[in-house]
């Protein structure tokens, strides 16, 4: 949903514990103009989007329609020295620094060569040529994971030399500059922890003896991969692979999901990684519509975390959420309707939305309480009985819970609904495919934004959702507090 807020809504200058010196640079405005060649090679393209990498769901997207003679335009703020952006689809790795103005050219014919032109023009068609054009490199490594470590780590340091003789050849043909050079080998070095950690994460889970590995040593050589102010697009996927690494071992201890004070006390003492795991953990509860997390740390969050791009991203996130939670007209339309937000009467190309549009429909004028979940999932199961005391604490009449399962056997699922004894007055139980095929029912839950199980979606009796994610589940003691204000 992070796209759509920022389509919508004005960049906001935010307050912070770090002066606004420390950004003046980096919040220098980046312009990309493009030109699309041979549109008529790809007819079904409307728009492009352009994405801004941050952790895992908080990505930044800029979605603009391509004109009729075949411009487009994107502005944002980099808010570091050097970082790659991806136009999706057509450019993985554009190089951009604050102020740059440069001017894209993708030849539909030629998808795989995009031409840069303007400021860094040189830099950018290098590293196009590393990353894609070129195919020097080699992003995703074919290890299987069910090898044991010696043979493992012969085959890992294997693909790990492949890649750094095809970086070496890139490096003699086109002698780039030194921060290319940086750019390119921190690329494959954070390919490498990514994959490494993510075996041991795997094994740890298997329960399986990883200890022919010095966890401190690795902290201490991937935190050297934190530094600097290159920042390339994986940084924040290795950042939740070795949080994953650090949570684990705390929740197999206490049984119990870990919180944000034992992933701080289990931290590795390095201070950039550091920055960005703190920055990981506040930016996932952002993600379900968490507020109070943000504004119960920001003082530590700023005492913490300095680096601009992880500090400013974050409260530029929080900013958003909170306007959303004020006034969720524009999000939810955009949800449920699309491209069509001004216009949500008119259902033009929303066909696949039909069966949410029949529960509005269904139980018009009182507050609707969504619940997807899945058979498979202990956390949605343990959310059943709370789902069943809400329940009773409204009519019919006022309020109605609408459950529907997303996954699983459906025999599994009718078996759970009577053990479990959902089918009662006021709670309508439904399963995937007696509402929709399979297809269209994944592209009501993309455009849900519904990331994981459960995931929950409260509506006014408008028929405006409101409040959605995990921070509405059914044992949140706020979540009746915001279907009281509803009433």
């Known amino acids: 949903m992070k796209q759509l807020l920022l389509l919508l809504l004005p960049f906001l200058c935010l307050c912070c514990n770090s002066s606004d010196k420390e950004y003046e640079d980096y919040s220098k405005e980046v312009l990309i103009t493009g030109k699309i060649l041979n549109r008529d090679f790809y007819p079904q393209e409307k728009d492009l989007t352009l994405i801004v990498p941050f952790f895992r769901d908080q990505e930044t997207k800029y979605v603009v329609p391509i004109a009729e003679d075949g411009s487009f335009s994107f502005h944002f703020s ?268 008119s259902k033009i190309d929303t066909d696949f939305m039909k069966p949410i549009y029949e529960i509005l429909d269904k139980y018009k004028g009182k507050v609707i309480y969504l619940d997807f979940w899945t058979t498979s999932c202990p956390p949605c199961l343990k959310e059943m009985e709370p789902l069943k005391k809400l329940r009773k604490e409204y009519s019919p009449g006022d309020v109605v819970i609408v459950s529907i399962c997303a996954g699983g056997p459906k025999k599994t699922w009718e078996d759970l609904v009577k053990r479990l004894d959902l089918q009662q007055p006021g709670i309508d139980c439904l399963y995937q495919t007696d509402i929709s095929d399979e297809n269209s029912f994944y592209k009501i839950l993309n455009r849900l934004e519904l990331k994981g199980y459960p995931h929950y979606l409260l509506l006014n009796r408008e028929g405006i959702i409101v409040d959605y994610g995990t921070v509405v589940r059914p044992s949140d003691p706020r979540t009746k507090q915001k279907i009281n204000s509803l009433l």
């Open 78 to 345: 980099p808010y570091a020295k050097l970082r790659n952006v991806q136009i999706n689809k057509f450019a993985d790795h554009i190089l951009v620094s604050p102020g740059d103005s440069l001017h894209v050219e993708i030849d539909f014919k030629n998808i795989l060569n995009p031409k840069i032109f303007g400021d860094a023009e040189k830099r950018n068609q290098e590293t196009n040529t590393f990353v894609q054009s070129g195919r020097y490199y080699i992003e995703h490594y074919s290890i299987r994971g069910d090898l044991e470590p010696e043979a493992f780590d012969a085959e890992l340091q294997q693909e790990y030399q492949l890649r750094q003789e095809r970086r070496q050849e890139f490096l003699e043909k086109y002698k780039p500059d030194e921060e290319i050079q940086q750019y390119t080998n921190k690329l494959l070095e954070i390919d490498y922890y990514c994959t490494l950690i993510s075996y041991l994460n795997n094994r740890s889970w298997q329960n399986k003896d990883i200890s022919r590995y010095n966890k401190q040593e690795i902290f201490v050589k991937t935190d050297s991969l934190f530094e600097g102010e290159i920042i390339p697009s994986n940084i924040f996927k290795l950042t939740e692979i070795v949080n994953s690494f650090i949570s684990y071992p705390i929740y197999k201890m206490k049984k119990e999901k870990t919180n944000l004070d034992d992933i701080i006390a289990a931290y590795p003492t390095g201070k950039n990684i550091r920055q960005y795991l703190y920055a990981a953990s506040i930016s996932q509860s952002l993600i379900s519509n968490d507020t109070t997390l943000f504004s119960s740390r920001q003082k530590q969050l700023d005492s913490i975390v300095h680096i601009p791009v992880l500090n400013r991203e974050l409260h530029l996130a929080y900013q958003n959420k909170k306007d959303f939670l004020k006034n969720p007209r524009t999000v939810s339309n955009y949800m449920l309707y699309g491209n069509y937000s001004d216009m949500p009467n």
